[in-house]
């Protein structure tokens, strides 16, 4: 049946995905051993290789560059002063995605207070109606020309806006699995929670996008 | 299985977590509720856009960055490291310490008129003169402000009688000419407020803003001045044929300073985000052009061209992607760089746009653009 085809898809990806894990276990390893020894480049390493990863979940938890930069570097910090704490029970990259995952939902939590302290004085909280389309990702986009362009970066836009109305644990749940490509065990192992809290907030998570992408993606029967 | 039971497996489903008899229900249901097949379909067009914003990398030198700020010292180590300075370090600190005592005491001395009327009685004769002459060649300009608010003025000595004389200083626009005033100074019609403010320090700018003389801008930290008062506004010009050092400073003060990479960089990035793509392109072109050392270069290139694509400017944007991909060729972008090429030589009438995109699909099948150029060759590449 044709509308279950993805099915197959998606676990020859996670099986490839875990034989590329492995190896990036061992490198990550060995450069978590020369970075407790206060080896800074090595750590440095570290952060170009996960980067990426932190970045993109904090850029798509706050829908801000700017904050999701700074948040990306402080989870670094956090992560290297821990270092001496990490003992390697789990992979590193489960450690530093829990790190980053309470980081970025701590940060929503203090921007909640300060946007209702700001509510309360009329102010907006940060000055800016939405998100700023980034430039760069803007102009790695596939398109024939600049109306193609502007196009799909306001679809980009506008799911990145339907994203971070929902609320910060769906939305959590729904990038780790669907935009950064978590298997259901490493979430549950990341925010802390059992594999059916995982499952159902996801199941919750993506039936809301669903119906808030609707109109966007021109599906007229959404619910 | 009815319809709520069957979009409550939708999340499973779609994650190939469903086997057996559940699967066999689900793919019956679908198979015949023309609603939910519908519903299906556009759950997944959800999820595909969600998978499609795909990652996104933090500005360039990310990583460099958290390095620099880990190996930052903390502000405890920095105290300790304060307190524990090296000779090599402590010395000249002491010996500028030292000078500036020095020169604090001597504008002291020339503030009070006491002391400096006890310096004129109890200096000898032939000195009397000269003293001030000394004191101007050796001492910076900076020391030369003397203020018209000085509620005394000392009792007249040869020399203050001379520099009046020469500048002449109308009653109530200051008195610029003291001993210390350099011979310029002398020289030269005496604007007091914008003397005595280009004459301070730059490291004590004054405690509240002051109005900026038109056309020239406030910057923090930056020397400024305050416009002249309307009686003291005409000698604000230079006599032709000589130019101060006040006015060297004045015209300093007024050029454009040149802007720091960051400040470039990231306006013209700012800029093209907000689509104004000719104030990115000239921010772009002066960050290339005064910072071509930068680790930013590349994506500034790259941006540079884009910015000529997205107004239209074909030929300009064909050129820079061509030599960014000379230059780049491994650089992250190169591939969508590629793409963009040969598209643009399609849209310049160039044969060569189809051969540029058949060998970006050769080259990198599998990244986004790849779509849309199969497309384009199916359509105008025959």
């Known amino acids: ?19 590329g894990a492995m190896d990036a276990t061992d490198e990550d390893r060995r450069l978590v051993d020369r970075a407790r ?31 999701a930069e700074d948040i990306a570097q402080e989870v670094f910090l956090k992560a290297y002063r821990g270092l001496q704490g990490f003992r390697g029970g789990s992979r590193f990259s489960t450690w530093l995605y829990a790190i980053a995952s309470h980081h970025c939902l701590n940060h929503l939590a203090g921007r909640d207070s300060r946007a209702r302290r700001a509510e309360r004085t009329g102010n907006s909280p940060d000055g800016q109606g939405g998100v700023l389309p980034s430039a760069l990702d803007r102009v790695a986009d596939a398109s024939p020309g600049p109306d193609a362009v502007l196009e799909r ?23 780790l699995r669907d935009v950064q490509g978590m298997s259901y065990e490493d979430i549950a192992a990341t925010l802390g929670v059992e594999l059916g809290t995982v499952r159902s907030r996801l199941h919750r998570a993506r039936m809301e996008l669903k119906a808030r992408l609707g109109p966007l993606l021109g599906d007229g029967s959404s619910t | 299985m009815n319809c709520q039971e069957a979009r409550e497996a939708f999340s499973d489903l779609y994650d190939g977590a469903l086997s057996g008899p559940p699967l066999a229900d689900l793919s019956r249901h679908l198979d015949g509720c023309p609603v939910c097949r519908a519903e299906w379909a556009a759950f997944r067009r959800a999820m595909h ?50 000078v500036l005592l020095g ?98 320090p730059m490291a004590a700018p004054p405690a509240a803003p002051l109005p900026q003389p038109q056309g020239q801008v406030a910057q923090p930290g930056r020397l400024q001045s305050v416009p002249p008062p309307p009686e003291a506004r005409a000698k604000t010009e230079t006599r032709p044929g000589t130019e101060s050092s006040v006015s060297v400073m004045q015209r300093s003060v007024s050029a454009p300073a040149p802007r720091s990479a960051d400040a470039l960089f990231s306006s013209g990035v700012t800029e093209f985000a907000a689509h104004r793509y000719e104030p990115a392109i000239d921010d772009l072109r002066a960050f290339l052009a005064q910072h071509p050392d930068d680790g930013r270069v590349p994506d500034a290139r790259f941006l540079l061209a884009d910015a000529y694509r997205a ?18 060729p491994k650089h992250p972008r190169a591939p969508t760089a590629l793409y963009r ?34 497309e384009t060759l199916a359509a105008r590449c025959p």
């Open chain 2, 103 to 200: 020169l604090a005491g001597l504008w002291a001395s020339q503030r009070s008129p006491e002391l400096r009327r006890a310096a004129v009685e109890h200096a000898p004769a032939g000195t009397q003169q000269a003293a001030p002459e000394t004191a101007a060649s050796v001492t910076p300009p900076t020391t030369a402000k003397k203020t018209e608010a000085e509620p005394q003025p000392p009792a007249p000595s040869p020399t203050t009688v001379a520099s009046r004389k020469t500048a002449s200083p109308p009653a109530g626009a200051g008195k610029a000419q003291g001993p210390l005033a350099t011979p310029e100074a002398k020289d030269v019609p005496q604007a007091p407020a914008v003397r005595e403010e280009a004459a301070r």
């Open chain 1, 37 to 67: 020894t206060g080896d800074v480049r090595a750590f440095e390493a570290l952060v170009r290789r996960y980067e990426r990863w932190v970045f993109t979940l904090a850029l798509r938890m706050v829908g801000d560059r700017g904050d």
């Open chain 1, 153 to 175: 970066q306001e679809l980009t836009r506008a799911i990145q806006n339907e994203l971070v109305q929902l609320t910060e644990h769906h939305r959590m749940v729904i990038i």
């Open chain 1, 1 to 19: 049946m044709g509308t279950l085809e993805n099915a197959t898809g998606l676990r020859l990806q996670q099986a490839e995905g875990d034989v």
């Open chain 2, 49 to 98: 856009a969600l998978k499609d914003l795909g990652d996104e990398e933090p500005s360039p030198g990310f990583a460099a960055r958290v390095a620099e700020r880990i190996e930052a010292p903390r502000w405890w180590q920095r105290v300790a490291a304060t307190l524990v300075l090296p000779l090599r370090v402590k010395l000249p600190i002491h010996a500028a310490a030292l």
């Open chain 2, 341 to 374: 090429q040969g598209e643009i030589q399609l849209l310049l009438g160039e044969k060569s746009g189809c051969k540029t995109l058949r060998d970006a699909l050769n080259r990198y099948p599998d990244v986004r653009e790849a779509a849309t150029a199969r």
């Open chain 2, 311 to 328: 107004q239209g400017r074909y030929a300009e944007a064909g050129a820079e992607f061509e030599a960014f991909l000379r230059q780049y």
